[in-house]
């Protein structure tokens, strides 16, 4: 349903001199699917390049180059103007449910913004029915209507950016760390119900996660990014258990160590590389612990292996 091909998103950073100007390659080359009515999870550690694909894919940064589909149409050489109605197919629900609410408009100016924008024709009734179902299927009751956000706690405020975000029946999803900022018990609630509204609304959902194990509940496939690259691809039962990459191998052990569970951070030997000065070759083959003089000096070619998982890597592992 939506594709990316071959997509550079490039930021400038430092002084405003242009000889001092450092390019940020945020996300590179990256060629992705998403399928109608599937779960992507996208995984890496804080300051791969996550956000700024989902940013991308939501036409919020400019791209370098490369190309993204959206049921076959080229979105990515839309004007604004163009944009509306790609809008409405393509929602996002972002981390932090206090700020991404206007602490002045009531529930229901907040939910029903979107509506009035991209459906000018409809009439108050109708909105008022549109928003009435849309806070039922996300549990929370109408009596909420004339409150203001800054009267909820953060998972209920969850619940009405989802509600803001499902009004329109987009056929994308972009979660962006959208239960990261919940404690745990709410963010299982929060997560049933994503899960419940994508097989009632056939939704796609691109779920952004540093947390591996709600990208495990809740993804059929899962992207793994390492320093601007998607390094493997697979789904999710055969990208977990039987990892071609290196780097997805690390990833996935350390997180079923259930002290990690909670950490920002994933274990992996070494630091991550700055993304202002990425390894030559493969990037990770100043972590590799297979890495060989290959990986030094050439990027990794693409494996294709069984149904339709690839990864980028010099030295695959095999199946056991
Ligand atoms: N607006 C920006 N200007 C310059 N650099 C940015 C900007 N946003 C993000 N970056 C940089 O791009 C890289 C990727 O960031 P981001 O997409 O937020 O990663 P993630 O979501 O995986 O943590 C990081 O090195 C970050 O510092
Ligand atoms: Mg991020």
Redesign the pocket.
């Known amino acids: 349903m939506l594709e990316t091909k071959n997509l550079n998103v490039v ?1 400038t ?1 430092g002084s405003s001199l242009s000889f001092k100007k450092k390019r ?1 390659v ?1 996300v590179e080359d990256v060629s992705l699917k998403i399928q109608k009515g599937k779960t992507l999870g996208l995984v ?1 550690e ?8 989902g940013r991308a894919i939501l036409g919020l940064v400019p791209i370098e180059s490369g190309s993204i589909f959206l049921d076959e149409e080229p979105i990515h050489e839309k004007s604004r103007k163009e944009w509306l109605p790609i809008r409405k197919k393509i929602q996002v629900i972002f981390q932090d449910p206090y700020s991404s609410l206007n602490p002045r408009m009531t529930i229901e100016e907040i939910i029903s913004e979107g509506l009035i924008v991209h459906f000018p024709g409809l009439n108050k009734l109708k909105i008022r029915e549109l928003v009435a179902t849309i806070l039922n299927k996300v549990n929370l009751s109408t009596n909420i209507l004339q409150r203001y956000p800054h009267e909820f706690s953060g998972g209920q405020r969850q619940r009405i950016a989802i509600a803001r975000a499902l009004v329109l029946e987009p056929e994308l999803v972009v979660c962006d760390e959208a239960v990261s900022a919940l404690d745990i018990s709410t963010q299982a609630s929060v997560i049933n119900l994503l899960k419940e509204l994508k097989s009632m609304l056939n939704l796609s959902y691109l779920f ?1 996660s540093h947390d591996l194990g709600i990208v495990r509940y809740i993804s059929d496939f899962i992207a793994v ?1 390492y320093l601007g690259r998607i390094i493997e691809y697979g789904n999710k039962n055969d990208l977990i258990n039987n990892p071609k990459h290196p780097y997805t191998k690390a990833l996935f052990s350390s997180s079923f160590d259930i002290k990690n569970r909670d950490k920002e951070r994933v274990v992996i030997k070494g630091e991550i590389p700055s ?1 202002l000065d990425k390894p030559k070759g493969c990037h990770f083959h100043t972590r590799c612990p297979i890495a060989k003089d290959i990986c030094r000096v050439e990027s990794p070619p693409k494996v294709d292996s069984e149904g339709d998982n690839w990864t980028f890597c010099h030295f695959p592992m095999s199946n056991k």
């Not at 804080?46 to 694909?53: A, D, E, M, P, Y």
């Open positions: 930021y950073s940020i945020a890496g804080s300051g791969c390049g996550k956000s700024t694909l952004i990014m993304v």
